[in-house]
């Protein structure tokens, strides 16, 4: 780092600035034999809930407490969910960078736009080298929750900056729907039942075919609470709810062909490897059965 220092003192009387001193200068950064190792790893918590307001809409009621604040009556939808895991799922990646002797940077200070750099391009010889990715997933099951709440509350402004602003009120979750996920893999019969307690005459097909198998079981229910929130301070105090029992919907027994790439109801596995019949469903793929997850969620929403 050079300087090229020439301090006038008669500009001193108006105050210090460093231009009275430094006329000029430079500063350089030299990289050799500059490596580095970056390694990402991930291990997914085995809860995890969300909720995101979309909008606060204040409604038409309003009243003004002189000397206090003001109170109004708002309206506020949230977008609800999560997940939870019973198992473990791991992530790691992550990858080097290798950097060429000579890499530098020299920082113009009388003249910024002078500044110049060498050996900065990737064209320059440096190297970033991807490490393995490694993946281990444990799971006997995951839940995925989808919902939306409906919030109608009273929102308390002060006009003292010292309080911050408070919202209380009731809320009423249209009905939430949960997804159990449960991959069974084999040992299974068209409707996921365990071999063992089945009479089926088409067991040993079963258990032929059926070598990758999920388990679908959706389930809705509907929730009713008080409420209380703080600005500025994260989450929704729910200070009582009333959850009733799920509700079952149907469910689903899939599996999955690996070659393929697609989901297939077992029970039409089944029927292509005895010849019993066609497929009444066309085979669809997992992204196919996400879209209809979630479509399913938003149709209960409307409801």
Not at 281 to 297: M, Y
Request: one cysteine or more.
């Amino acid at each position: 780092m050079d300087f090229d220092i020439d301090c006038q003192t008669e500009k001193l009387e108006d105050g210090f600035d460093t231009h009275d001193c430094i006329q000029g200068g430079g500063a350089s950064i030299e990289l050799n034999g500059f490596w580095a190792h970056m390694d990402l790893y991930t291990n997914l918590s085995q809860n995890w809930d969300f909720e995101a307001s979309i909008y606060r809409i204040p409604l038409s009621y309003s009243l003004k407490l002189l000397g206090v604040g003001s109170a109004s009556l708002v309206w506020e939808p949230f977008l609800i969910g999560g997940y939870q895991l019973n198992g473990s799922i791991e992530i790691d990646y992550g990858f080097e960078l290798t950097v060429p002797d000579g890499a530098g940077l020299l920082f113009n200070l009388s003249d910024p736009d002078k500044s110049t750099q060498s050996k900065f391009n990737s064209t320059d010889g440096w190297n970033i080298t991807a490490l393995p990715f490694n993946a281990n997933a444990a799971v006997d099951a995951i839940t995925i929750t989808l919902g939306l709440r409906n919030a109608l509350g009273m929102h308390f402004h002060f006009d003292t900056n010292l309080l911050p602003d408070v919202t209380a009120g009731a809320y009423l979750d249209f009905p939430v729907i949960s997804t159990k996920i449960t991959p069974l893999h084999s040992g299974v019969n068209a409707s996921c039942q365990p071999l063992a307690d089945s009479s089926a005459a088409d067991k040993d097909v079963a258990e032929r075919v059926l070598t990758n198998v999920y388990h679908i079981e959706p389930s809705a229910v509907v929730d009713v609470g008080f409420y209380g929130e703080i600005l500025h301070q994260d989450g929704t105090l729910s200070v009582y709810n009333n959850t009733d029992d799920p509700w079952p919907l149907p469910t689903a027994c899939l599996n999955f062909d690996a070659d393929a790439g697609r989901y297939s109801a077992a029970a039409d596995v089944i029927k292509d490897a005895t010849g019993a019949g066609r497929r009444t469903v066309d085979p669809f793929s997992a992204q196919q059965l996400a879209v209809g997850v979630l479509c399913l969620a938003a149709a209960f929403m409307l409801v």
